[in-house]
């Protein structure tokens, strides 16, 4: 093994395997319209040398790769040639790469597959594993896999799958390494050394008694460093983090990002242990909620596969869509109320997307704010009156500053000194209204149970939309028509 | 040691103790009104016994609290409260809470230091830490911190200052513990046994040779399970991931993702092992990616102190009011164009909002989609065209379907089925130019290198603001007015 070789084989990114993959599947592509211009049946296309050469390397290639790489490939291709990658890979990684595969690809891919072939590819997965792909299964086939699993998988694949999507419970895996307080390090040493090997993600082993219940934990590093006749009861930490299954995932995680954790175990409500939550399925979560925030303030409903069909994307966009569309309509009746002023004063109908407009924007800015803070917890009843004042002083000086500014913009284009009053003062306004509703809303999605992150920049922005329409049409007709 | 009182304070969360450390300042300030009432001078009050129990009991409370918690609750207070509390923390942890502070509220915490204290907190540091606190500090402190230092650690600190903000080097720690390759795993557990503790997140010990060039990687684990008579060579993993010290931090990220990593070694262009990434590094930097993400689509420039001064905060939020609203001007300047047909038609006025907006909101759909499989590097040439056609075709179809809506209530409010037909055209067309430059717009930041994710959302609004008003006036003017 030359430190060539190896060097070569890890510099290689997954997207220089995924240009790989492409230029093989060009190839694949042009030898079959090669062979449909010559009019040769398909059967016999199969049977060429030059196509099986190639489909040969591509399969050489995938086998090289990681299942989360392959995953990645298998995301990145368009239908038709994804479904031909997936069955060049070798049958028993297939569960591996279902799992890594994102919740639309994964769909293509097992509307692919045979009911066997899905049995087949679940069965080598842990049960927590198959708790994660369950939802996506076909009925039948989950029976068929719980048919084969132990009294014992069972009862974990059932606890597994009836936790919420985002508790501990569902982040959680059963590979856990448990010892008993009163034996020595050397006894530990050799019970390990009796293992395969560790699962992965051991950093600390679990303290339980004959009950399971969980006495404190026993970091690896201990293990090493210490005398090995040392007792395990003297070593272990008793006051480290402990979850419990029905905790809200959001808050783990943040124990994980503030403490530097590993691993940490899971008890229920008698303190026995009854699992343990790793950093890589808190790095998935933190990844996938970073996404769904994204995806919904973008007006997603979820995850697209980039090349799902037409009508699926169009599927996931309307919801959003629609909302938006009802609140711009409102919007515009709002306008219609004021037809008559703009009839005689046609400026009214340029300058009021402006004031609209920075509305908008700055209650979008607000309610960034605050709905971080709530997610982190730090706001509470004695610090939300200094917000709100803080907000609305922010918004008081942008409109005194961008409304002196615009109005006098508007003044000097429409030669009205009353105009451009108006301009500044309906900015003010809805700034002001863009703050309180921006620390408002919310603060009302929070009271009433709700995540405050999703809708509230659409609920915002059809504030300020018709807000301000309403507030600048208004003033314009008291004092200017 | 018993179970309850470990469960008890394993319980209690981070915003437990938030609440019980404003509860106590709240006292605080009680006894602060009450004395200024009676006109107490401000020397006999510190001597208040009363005052002088709170303040113990509050030092008490925060002691035992992880620095990351300190910091927390640091973070949520008001910034008179966050003082005294800052100033109540036991100094040799200064550093600590520094680290774990966001950038704005270290910031305010430095600001109240003395020198000496911020020499004194930098120095109990490891030099990766101090790197990252560098850039907040001022220069004496850094050039005093720097003498104490050791030859070999000004030289890490000299490295961990020099690579940019979002590279692997950034992220990198030094605490890597290394062994060689032509020893057993007796002689590796004897050595560690010497150690004192092993560095946190080490789950694999770096294999190296005389030069310190990296032959491999030796998970925990296996030095745990297998018999002790084995040579490291034989264990260890040599195509293991290895890190670059400017490799891009974001693909280091996902390679962590991906392969589920705790730890990976660093090493330069010769093969030396120069340092570690860990997993706690890569959960921040995903956090922090995310956070500013979020951040900058809302049109904020950085996290904000939530009590940051009205003044501070206002410069946070002004680059993108500003940007925001020239683009409104532009718009503005456009309908300006056709205020003849409004005049004369003023149904215009109320129904141009929603082509604007169905644009912007389909747009900004487009390009998140792009930029999150840009992001993960799933778009080369090769499919570029396929989604391009993808959108656009999404885009015909909201168009007809919601064009011919809202052409339906055009028609009905205005009684003129031709406004009908040019609204629901206005729509499609306006659809068709969001999807065309929300892909084309992330693509060509991309190609002259810069970052799709920021800015594109303004742009597209922009656009298809004023691109709706354009084509929806426009097509009025000539087949109505």
Redesign the interface.
Known sequence: ?S?EV??A??QE???QS??QV?ALL?KHRLVEQLVHRQDMPRHELVETLVHRQNLAELQQKLAEL?P??VA?IL????LEERLIVWNLVKADRDGEILL?ASDAVRATLIADMAPEELVAATEQLDTDEIADLAPDLPEEVIEDVFQALSVEEREQLRAAMSYPEDSVGALMDFDMVTVREDVTIEVV?RY??R????P????QLFVVDRNE?L??VLP????????PDRLVIDLML?????LKPHDDAE?AA?A?????L?SAPVVDDH?QLVGRV???A???F??D???S???N????RED?D??SS??K??QN??T??AI??V???I???V??LF?GS??KL?????????V???GG??G??T???IV??MA?????R??AK??LT?EL??SL??GLV?GSI?GV?AML?YHSWALGLVMMAAMTLNLLVAASFGVFIPMLMHRFGRDPAVGSSVLITAIT?SGG?FIFLGLATLFLV
């Open positions: 093994m430190p190896d060097e084989k890890s990114s997954v997207q995924l240009q492409m060009q990681h989360a790489d990645y995301e990145a291709l368009p890594e040493l390990l050394r293992l395969d090997d560790l992965d993600h051991t950093d219940v006495q404190g690896i590093g201990r293990v090493l460093v210490t005398d008793v006051d480290a983090v402990r808050e943040q994980f990002e503030r403490y530097d590993v303190g790793t950093v890589a808190v790095v998935d933190i990844r909620q970073s996404d925030e994204m995806l303030l973008a007006g997603l697209e980039i090349f037409v009508w994307s169009a966009r309307w959003w869509l938006n569309l609140t711009a309509f919007a515009s009746r306008i219609g037809e703009i009839e046609v400026a009214l109908a340029a300058l009021m997307p402006i609209a407009g920075i924007n700055s979008n800015q309610i960034t704010m971080r803070a982190l917890g730090q706001i509470q004695a610090n200094a917000l803080k002083l922010i000086l942008n961008w615009f913009f284009l939309d329409f």
